[in-house]
């Protein structure tokens, strides 16, 4: 299962929902879909600046989960 941690890499750049949304450019209600883990797919370019705005890679939101 792949785990979406936005919340948790925006909790450690002590950055809300609103400011996220603002320097990404993504609404906030597609940015809850994310980081409820509701999404069925995301955007390279959306990825891209949402890594760029919290200054972490990929892999810090993105995790696969071995559900066995």
Known sequence: MIV???DV???KRKMSL???SEKVGITLANLSI???NKAKAIRFSTLDAICHALE????DII???DEA
Do not use: D, F, H, T
Not at 56 to 59: A, G, I, N, Q, Y
């Open 4 to 6: 979406i941690n936005l």
């Open 9 to 11: 890499m925006m909790a």
């Open 18 to 20: 609103n400011e996220l």
């Open 34 to 36: 994310l980081k409820n």
């Open 56 to 59: 972490c890679k990929v892999e």
């Open 63 to 65: 995790e696969y989960v």
